[in-house]
């Protein structure tokens, strides 16, 4: 089984479709190898790569010579270029893609290095190889033109909010550990993660924080709408940050953020009241707690509380402000839609503990605990995935 | 507290202000002349102070003596001066001054050296305080004023101010439209107010759901407010300083630091309705130069990116608690927004968006007041809603300015007079809540504005002239004369620029403005001498005039009575051209009966009123009259005297206070003695009451329907025709009200612009008879 016949492979390179099925004999023939879904997205591209297992190619065949030093290029390194990473401990073994058994694996990069990847593509006889590729993300309109001219590949555009929900389901039912939530959000030692049982989806609402975020209300496989949206996101606190701290990427602002303090830049309902909040009925660990509620940056207007903040504390600060807004917004996101699970996915809580917390507390903290914040492990793999599931259902 | 859900942003909005304050307590700033500010302070009776991070606003309530000239009838003389009496009339009133923060001491110190009258009085007493400075200058005021220091809750007091404000100052709110005509679009009165949300925007951010006078709740908010642009701001700009960012602000591009949606998308994402320029993601440019090749962006440009990002947020979170609570109106206070135009129009364009259009934001004029009216208003009997309203001074309070303006008063004033009535709608009114008094919106139409403005600046001199006239004996009355000149010049070459800045700018408050400018200048009653003068020369052609209309046949009567009327109402000293005419001395009622066009009138309803004449008559009519002299005497009184003759009753309504040469309410109980004295049959009415005088409670010589006295409003109820007559009250305002019973509105168009403007010539004649619908 698998093997393709140069012919077979000619004739449908010229096909737009990645795939087709056979009428004939059931069997699923495969062109367009490798597989591809990518999410083009305003900061970050995500890449998903599927590495069919039992698959041999004829060894004459120079087109599966490419396809073979692709795979191996891709599955081989863990870092491609300067930016570009692959994150070996999301792969996920022995999932049927279309039919396939195979290797998801996860790759991204920032959109701003764009014309280094189609130059890699080029330069490992992609284009020579492949006719589309299946994306989705604003960047798959943003830069169809330039696939088309560079490397002769058509971007087949999949609709972003059904990439990011099949992209979703199809996670959490290959992989048993994929939704969590977090126990004891606001303790540091006792605080971890457990797995949840997602089997029952319905209703939900996903957060999505890329860039900028957007809120979406799920009833069903395919009935959902888009009820909101921010644009203070994870492009925000990145480039608030960089601002701030002169940070050079999204792990060094969170590792800053890790080692500081929002207490000498937020203004703490302490700060304000000392200890008389009792007439506002406030408890006193609350108001101790640095989850609470605090004027964002309500220091900073004080030249002397300036000169004498931290990078690390400016970091947390950013990092706080940006995620207790979005968990706001998310609550009543929620409660209008009356939806009482809140999945939080996007790449701003990639390697970022502290914003999951902070969202878990949140939501269980404001809704006397019929909000249940969760996580997906892929945080922002889904739209790439669900775009290379999706491609036989193009836009 | 409802549940912990309330906690949430409760402790952000309790305090809005107080993490500004700076250590230290500035006491060597040199005022500003703090005479003119602190109005009639030597007066002052109570005190409520609201001290912000950036903002002070102190609040007393004074009372104001004028002078008030005594209309006599029965004098031997001819009237003059000489043998006038005048009585002195107390009002009440309340006094806003705004200023910087970093005045405070100076402001305290004024105070205290100027507190002549009540100084002994004041000792003992305690001043109302609210604001996050409240308490960190408790010590300061108490040592200072020698006064104790109630602490009032915040939210209590903006809440009980914007209510305050809602129900008595006219054109209190608006929506905002940052390129539209208007850019300020005033919000009618409407009966009722509830339910609202309020959402003050300090250092945080708190939302109130306000449902009734006194019932309200605090909701929610965010942590991301006024403190969060300004201490951010402070960090990635070199601005310093609150005003500083919003200047920056104002000259930035923010589409260098935010990445939009064409920066994602390449253009507009049509599916899911995201325009190009929308931001995606703020401050998304700003990525690490290493990845982007390094974006482009000055301190300018972050700054507008800020306000946006703020902004931004704050509206759609404002909307999404709108929407979880079914409110469609949002008030917004506070001191991040102080009428900035890009603040405004940002969050405006957030709420919008995210409500898909269902929910309206409206801004307050006086949004800065909130506070310190609402702990004013605590316990303040002299303020009690079920007995008194309130107005605002046009001559004491200094408008609406825009932040953004360079070189605004570092100081505001806001001056309320007390009316002794509470102020109600007038029940005859088709559709109250849509009511809007007046016929031209001068914010909206530019042409009509640079009329009238001119056409105020030329006649103020006639207006200075008669008032020095009314005046001989009075060693003052060029100084104070000059001063109401330049006053009321200065008052029209600012609304030149500011057209939005005391509301609706239109001719109504224009000439309201005139009154009060008047009367801040003590002179109480210009036309007093001419008035008076007219009248009796009126009376005295009374009754020959009544002998005629009674020879005429009962058809031709009825015809005659409302042109009578209309040829009184040429006797109009306050329009421009007719001055001049009256002045000739020679003008007389023959003269103006000629004056009256031939029919067809501008608008003419004569045959359809005097066939409705044909059936049965009146029950009771209200009529709003005009002018003095031959305006009431030989135009109305005949009108009225028929009316009762058929058994109908009659309401007279004149001005409460005096209005150029309008009949005021004491000088009509004064005129209809008089008719009585000659005609029997006003004398019976008169006797049996079925003839009334009654006030109608206006400044000017225009009649907004919405602000009746509660007596009146109450005897309107059972009217079943409602007479408007004269320019003032029937063309430039109540020209298009509808209303639930018959109405016939007379005027005769003295202007030629306005006339030519409606369609018609000078001396184009209203005769507008309606019947009315529910």
Redo the contacts between chains.
């Keep these: 089984m698998g093997k393709i016949s140069k012919k077979t492979m000619t004739k449908l390179r010229r096909s737009p479709v990645s795939y087709f099925r056979d009428t004939k004999n059931e069997d699923i023939l495969f062109t367009a190898m490798p597989w591809f879904g990518m999410d083009i997205?305003?900061?970050l591209t995500k890449l998903v790569y599927f590495e069919p297992h039992n698959y041999t190619f004829e060894a004459d065949d120079v087109e599966a010579e490419v396809l073979m030093n692709i795979r191996k290029y891709l599955t081989k390194n863990s870092a491609y270029g300067a930016?570009g990473h692959r994150d070996i401990h999301l792969q996920m073994d022995n999932v049927m893609v279309n039919g396939r058994k195979g290797t998801l694996h996860f790759i991204r990069f920032?959109t701003?290095?764009m014309h280094n990847f189609i130059e890699l593509a080029k330069s490992k006889g992609m284009a020579k190889l492949v006719t589309s590729v299946c994306a989705t993300?604003?960047?798959a309109?943003?830069f169809?033109d330039t696939f088309r001219q560079e490397v002769n590949v058509k971007l087949e555009k999949r609709?972003?909010?059904d990439s990011l929900i099949q992209g979703m389901l199809f996670a959490d039912t290959n992989n048993s550990h994929e939704c969590y939530y977090w126990s004891d959000p606001k303790e540091e030692d006792s605080c971890h993660k457990m797995t949840y049982d997602f089997s029952q989806p319905y209703p939900f609402l996903v957060v999505n924080i890329?860039?900028?975020v957007s809120v979406l209300a799920v009833y069903g496989p395919n009935d959902y709408k888009?009820v909101?949206g921010?644009?203070?996101?994870?492009?925000?606190f990145?480039?608030?940050c960089?601002?701030?701290t002169g940070?050079?990427?999204f792990e060094e602002a969170i590792e800053l953020a890790t080692l500081g303090d929002n207490k000498s830049?937020?203004?703490l309902?302490k700060?304000?009241?000392g200890g008389d909040?009792e007439r506002?009925?406030?408890p006193g660990d609350?108001?101790a707690s640095s989850f609470?509620?605090?004027?964002?940056?309500?220091?900073?207007?004080?030249?002397e509380r300036?000169d004498a903040v931290s990078r690390e504390d400016?970091a947390r600060a950013t990092l706080v402000?940006i995620t207790?807004?979005i968990g706001?917004?998310a609550r009543?996101?929620a409660?209008?839609e009356k939806i009482n699970r809140v999945v939080f996915v996007g790449n701003f809580l990639r390697v970022n503990p502290i914003s999951m917390r902070l969202l878990a507390y949140a939501m269980d903290?404001?809704?006397?605990g019929t909000l249940k914040a969760l996580f997906l492990e892929h945080e922002g793999y889904f739209g790439a995935i669900g775009s290379l599931l999706a491609s036989d259902d193009r836009v | 507290m409802q549940s912990s859900s309330e906690y949430e942003f409760l402790a952000p909005g309790l305090i809005t202000e107080v993490d500004h304050l700076r250590t230290g307590l500035p006491s060597s700033i040199k005022l500003p002349d703090t005479l003119e500010i602190f109005r009639n302070l030597k007066n002052a009776k109570r005190f409520a102070i609201d001290i912000g991070g950036s903002l002070t606003k102190i609040a007393y309530y004074s009372l104001v003596s004028h002078r008030k000239v005594n209309y006599e009838a029965e004098k031997d003389n001819a009237p003059n001066e000489e043998n006038f009496t005048y009585a002195l009339s107390e009002g009440a009133r309340l006094h806003f001054v705004k200023f910087e923060t970093k005045y405070i001491a100076d402001c305290l110190d004024f105070i205290r050296s100027n507190l002549v009258n009540s100084k002994e009085s004041m000792s003992g007493k305690s001043i109302k305080a609210t604001g996050g400075g409240s308490h960190k200058y408790a010590s300061l005021i108490a040592e200072k004023l020698g006064l104790s220091v109630d602490k009032e809750d915040e939210m209590e007091c903006l809440i009980k101010g914007c209510n305050f404000l809602l129900r008595n100052i006219s054109d209190e709110a608006f929506v905002y439209h940052r390129h539209g005509n208007p850019e300020y679009e005033f919000q009618t009165a409407t009966p009722n107010i509830f339910p609202y949300l309020l959402v003050n925007v300090g250092s945080g951010v708190s939302i109130m759901k306000v449902e009734s006078e006194d019932s309200y709740e605090r909701i929610g908010g965010t942590a991301t407010g006024g403190g969060t642009f300004w201490g951010l701001g402070s960090l990635i700009t070199k601005a310093k300083g609150f005003d500083e960012l919003l200047q920056l602000a104002e000259r930035g591009d923010h589409r260098n630091a935010d990445m939009l949606v064409k920066d994602i998308y390449g253009g507009d994402y049509k599916k899911l309705g995201l325009p190009a320029d929308l931001i995606a993601s703020s401050f998304g440019k700003v990525c690490p130069k290493r990845e982007t090749g390094g974006a482009q962006y000055t301190d300018a440009d972050l700054a507008r990116s800020l306000l946006f990002t703020i902004s931004n947020d704050i509206g759609h979170i404002a909307s999404l608690y709108a929407m979880m609570h079914k409110l469609n109106k949002i008030y917004f206070g506070g001191y991040f927004l102080r009428n900035h135009p890009l603040s405004m129009h940002t969050v405006s364009f957030s709420i919008n968006y995210w409500s898909r259009g269902t929910v309206q934001c409206q801004f307050l004029r006086h949004e800065g007041y909130l506070g310190a009216i609402g702990a004013f208003l605590k316990g303040a009997e002299e303020c009690d809603s079920d007995k008194y309203s309130w107005l605002e001074n046009y001559a004491g309070s200094s408008g609406l300015q825009k932040s953004a303006d360079s070189g605004a008063a570092p100081f505001g004033q806001l001056e309320l007079d007390r009316w002794e009535s509470p102020l109600r709608f007038c029940p005859l009114l088709k559709d109250p809540a849509n009511y809007i008094p007046d016929t031209v919106d001068l914010n909206a139409d530019q042409e009509a504005r640079d009329y009238w403005l001119a056409c105020f600046e030329e006649s103020v001199n006639k207006y200075i002239e008669r008032a020095v006239a009314s005046q001989p004996y009075s060693t003052t009355r060029e100084e104070r004369a000059k001063q109401l000149k330049e006053k009321y010049v200065s008052r029209l070459h600012h609304l030149k620029e500011h057209p939005f800045a005391f509301g609706n700018l239109t001719v109504r408050s224009l000439l309201d403005t005139i009154e009060h400018c008047l009367r801040e200048f003590d002179f109480p009653d210009p036309f007093l001498v001419q008035k008076q003068l007219e009248n009796e020369c009126a009376i005295a052609l009374l009754k020959e005039w009544l002998k005629e209309l009674d020879a005429l046949s009962e058809k031709e009567r009825r015809k005659e009575l409302v042109v009578s009327v209309l040829a009184g109402n040429m006797f109009d000293w306050g329009a421009k051209e007719v001055a001049t005419m009256l002045e000739s001395q020679t003008f007389g009622f023959e003269q103006a009966r000629e004056n009256i066009p031939d029919r067809p009138w501008l608008v003419d309803c004569l045959d359809e009123w005097l066939e409705r004449l044909e059936g049965e008559p009146h029950k009771k009519a209200a009529i709003f009259i005009d002018n003095s002299g031959v305006d009431v005497v030989l135009g109305i009184l005949p009108f009225t005297r028929w009316l009762c003759s058929r058994g109908t009753k009659v309401i007279l309504c004149a001005n409460s206070a005096p209005a150029l040469n309008d009949v005021t309410y004491s000088e009509l109980l004064v005129v209809l003695k008089q008719a009585a004295a000659i005609d029997p049959i006003l004398a019976k009415a008169l006797h049996n009451n079925d003839l009334v005088a009654m006030q109608q409670g206006q400044v000017g010589p225009c009649l907004d329907l919405s602000r009746l006295p509660r007596d009146l409003a109450e005897e309107l109820k059972t009217v079943d025709l409602l007479v408007i007559e004269g320019m003032g009250r029937a063309v430039h305002t109540n020209l298009n009200s509808e209303f639930t019973c018959e109405s016939l509105k007379l005027a005769v168009i003295k202007n030629r612009w306005l006339a030519q403007k409606l369609g018609g010539q000078m001396f184009a004649v209203i005769c507008k008879y309606e019947k009315g619908n529910t």
């Design positions: 997205g305003g900061t930016t920032p701003s290095e993300g604003g960047g309109f943003k169809e609709d972003e909010l890329g860039s900028g888009r909101s921010t644009s203070l996101g994870g492009g925000t990145l480039g608030l960089c601002l701030l940070c050079n990427s830049v937020d203004k309902i700060d304000i009241y909040y506002f009925g406030l609350l108001v609470l509620g605090v004027f964002s940056f309500g220091q900073m207007a004080l030249k300036r400016l402000t207790n807004n706001s917004i009543m996101c409660l209008n903290f404001w809704s006397n």
